[in-house]
């Protein structure tokens, strides 16, 4: 599976100091390549991050082992360090160079008009499009196919991924991640109805992301209607999701995938939306709130709260709704038999010449009526 | 934040003149950008386009405002019209001319072969891949990065952003906008199973778009399976929008963002659909009925019907539906106290000896069973 | 609506020989199209699959028909065929050639470095754009305007439509097809909070795609953290879907457009999931199971269990749950009915002066409190 050609084994000892770590058995142990416990080979180095992932060790044929410094025994030569994913991350890279971002200087099929002003470190890949007046900051890298809109100002070490488009005048930040296919600055979605036909009301404002801002996979911010639509610094969007127009999206928010936000609505900092939520135009989402997986916001959300189902409803009480609703069949059961004994109850009392007086049949007179 | 390099200020009287306005203050007052209160500078013009936004002026340092012909003082320079929309989008496009669909001529990087037939005033961006028979009409942009595949025709006027793609033997109407990373023509999902294998049914057939059809960005419209999948004249839709093959989309539909249609279905003129609504295969959505938003349809919807929840349910029933479900977690409180009363009322009509009997106890008896 | 420029008429003879089908009626019935019954004009032959279709034949001009062996008369002359959707495919390619994978040799505006290497028969579309050390097996079909990242290997016979996207290090398999905008390879969306910032945990896999394969437009399937996402052999897979990071799908799987699956969630062979449906992280849904559409799933599912609705649950569980919610307006009427009827009861039974002791205002008491 390693895509690179150059083989770049590795000893134990090599490893540990690489990334600071202590060698535990063997420090000539051979290493050839780094992966999860259920992707090794007899070569690998894999990692163990905490006691309760020991059994992922079971049949796996690593040869070695990343772990923490004082975690249980890995039953095989292993590299002690106190945080482990950092170790394993820079131990992965030694063995597979990330080339993602590696493109350097400006390919010669890349199109970029004089007017484009770019700063130092600007890479531009195979078939990128940069349109007039754009400004690109040093350490900018666009990605092959990108397709960058007149007047779009891009902040220092900014990356698009391939194939990003940037719709004239849209701002991006710095050290912001763009991934492929994400689409920033369509028109908005916003009609009148004239005559019979639906009318296209101005689309005619831009997209702002602050520093830092990651944005997902195929994922579509629209452009305000005459401002911006903003995405505060810090924010990270995940893949497909939706942002509509005049949008105001705080800064710090998770956004999963797959979430979409209709028009004008606006989120305070640190708000998290998880996977396919739906948020209605012009609601206001507070500070730290929570949206779960699905649900549907169409109010307001106070500040902290946090949001389960379609209604979205306050968790606790949402809980108590779904936890009702699985009991309402037995709870449906347990009310024909209550109607029942008080029918009886009815008939003992009063004398068993109303006996056809009894709530069923009632309830089923009503139903057909 | 100006997208452009030339600086056009104005005074308010020019822009009055501009717009056919009626100017209220200094109309000597100068004037260097446009935008909504939120984001003005002292230099700029915004708008108030009815008493209730009035308060959105206060804090906002703008120069000048563009207000309504009968609408209240807003304390600064004003420009009265009768449309502000018109008005202020007409003064926005000055300071911050649209370059979005500005390309002219073919680029030298565009690619097409002898056999495609294209009309006057036709645009094609950079990269852009024209095949083998396409016909684009008079006025028809291509933008960059676009795949236009063989046979495909393009009615006049119609724009396509940047990064589109149409497949093959795709057809689209006059005056329509493709946003970019709208795939129109791939293949349906339509599988059948042969010896433990899904195998892809025919999926031969096309797309064809009506005119004035706007397509959101990374939507996807599937080709038919032998004919074509079709979107009728004045349809609107949005991004994200899944259009499963065969489907037949009404006139003048709009469909929000998100939404998901299989394969299939069918829907009159005038149809609604809100964000995120699911709409089965081989139903029919009737004239005129909205859908609102996560709305989850798998049967016919009849003409006009307002649908809401998942699965779908009439507006009035689903409201009935949900306050139920809101009350219910007090509804089992209160049953639970009946049964209780009941069990009291038994015992005191039938004798102490009976109280073992009491409903609750049956019904953990039978929950047990 | 032809979409080549030579007509290729025929008659109901040769398309019968073509087929190896059994002509009924004039054999020299000219043909020049081949449509579905609601598409045809009076030079098309159409089909009808069963009897049940035969309505779909009225009113339709089609000079003539594909209808089965052993069918009922369909009125017009008709080719009998064992299978008639094989049989009118291979009529409407005859018709209609389908030049969607047609494309031969390497297109001169390609971009692709000495480092990859291409089997026989490979080719590769106008503005690709290939990596280093890239792997294309015989017969590799690259579409326009691809970005292949380095290090990729695709198998033989895949087809990639234009516009692909993938990442550094991606593996796909043989005869896969990957629709326009699939993004494969995008980072996971993991972060760890550091002093109120989200920082991107490692991202640093790669994604497996299996052999037979399809991948739908504009889906995105995310790298793993530190070994591959993969996608079982026979897996199909709709538009617009989310697959995170780590996520290991089964064999021939069907996964439906729209439909959203968390990080590190894995499958088992043959699982469904239909449209909209989203599935948390972490969690295993077994061999065969069915998540029907928009279902919410956030637990492991079984083998062979269909799940339906959000929360997802157990198809006849939840059909019972819908039942009752359905009725649960109707309970609540019934239930304060019988409310009212126990405290006459009461009354009866203990005197009225108890009365004002019934449920009812207890509950109202409650509620206020």
Redesign the interface.
């Known amino acids: 599976?390693?895509?690179?050609?150059q083989p770049k084994s590795a000893t134990l000892r090599e490893l540990a100091q690489m990334v600071g770590g202590r060698v535990e058995g063997d420090p000539e142990t051979p290493v050839a390549s780094?992966?999860?416990p259920?992707?090794c080979d007899r070569d690998s180095i894999t990692?163990v991050d905490r006691t309760e992932s020991l059994p992922r060790l079971a049949g796996c044929p690593a040869a070695a082992v990343v772990a923490p410094l004082d975690g249980p025994a890995t039953g095989r030569p292993t590299i002690r360090v106190a945080s482990v994913?950092k170790a394993?991350?820079a131990i992965?890279?030694h063995f597979?160079p990330?080339?993602?971002r590696?493109i350097s200087g400006i390919?010669p099929?890349a199109?970029a008009p004089p007017?484009a002003e770019f700063g130092r470190d600007v890479s531009i890949?195979?078939?990128a499009?940069i349109?007039?007046?754009v400004v690109l900051a040093d350490g900018v890298t666009i990605?092959?196919?990108c397709?960058v809109?007149?007047?779009?100002r891009v902040g220092e070490s900014t990356w698009l991924?391939?194939?990003v488009?940037l719709?004239?005048?849209t701002?991006v930040g710095e050290r912001c991640?763009l991934?492929?296919?994400a689409?920033i600055g369509?028109?908005g979605?916003g009609?009148r109805q004239e005559a019979?036909?639906?009318v296209?009301?101005?689309q005619?404002g831009?997209v702002?992301i602050g520093d830092?801002v990651?944005v997902?996979?195929?994922t579509?911010i629209?452009r305000?209607?005459?401002?911006?639509t903003r995405i505060g610094d810090?924010a990270?969007i995940?893949?497909?999701v939706?942002i509509?127009h005049n949008c105001r999206i705080g800064r710090?928010n998770?956004l999963?995938?797959?979430v979409?936000i209709?028009g004008s609505t606006t989120t305070g900092d640190y708000v998290v939306m998880a996977?396919?939520v739906?948020v209605?135009d012009h609601v206001h989402i507070g500070k730290g709130a929570v949206l779960s997986?699905?649900a549907?916001v169409?109010n307001d959300v106070p500040d902290g709260e946090v949001m389960l189902?379609?209604?979205a409803?306050p968790l606790r009480e949402q809980k108590?709704?779904?936890?009702?609703?699985?009991?309402?069949?037995?709870?449906?059961?347990?009310?024909r038999?209550?109607?029942r004994?008080?029918a009886r109850?009815?008939a003992?009392?009063?004398g068993a010449g109303q006996a056809g007086d009894e709530?069923s049949v009632?309830?089923e007179e009503?139903?057909a009526a």
Not at 1 to 5: E, G, I, P, S, V
Not at 224 to 228: L, T
């Open positions: 599976m390693a895509t690179d050609n780094a992966w999860p259920e992707d990692l994913h394993f991350a992965v890279r597979r990330d080339t993602t590696r390919h099929t199109v007017s890949g195979a078939g499009v349109g007039e007046h990605g092959a196919g397709v809109g007149d007047g779009c991924a391939s194939r488009t719709y004239p005048g701002l991640r991934h492929s296919g689409v369509a028109d979605f009609y019979g036909r639906h296209l009301a101005p005619l831009t702002e830092d990651d997902g996979a195929n579509c629209d305000g209607v005459y401002g911006p810090g990270k995940d893949n497909l939706q509509g710090h998770l999963c995938s797959q979409g209709a996977g396919q739906g209605r997986a699905m549907g169409s189902g379609a209604p409803t108590l709704k779904f936890a009702a609703i699985a009991k309402l069949p037995q709870l449906r059961k347990e009310f038999e209550l109607k004994q008080v109850l009815q003992a009392v009063t709530p009632q309830a009503k139903r």
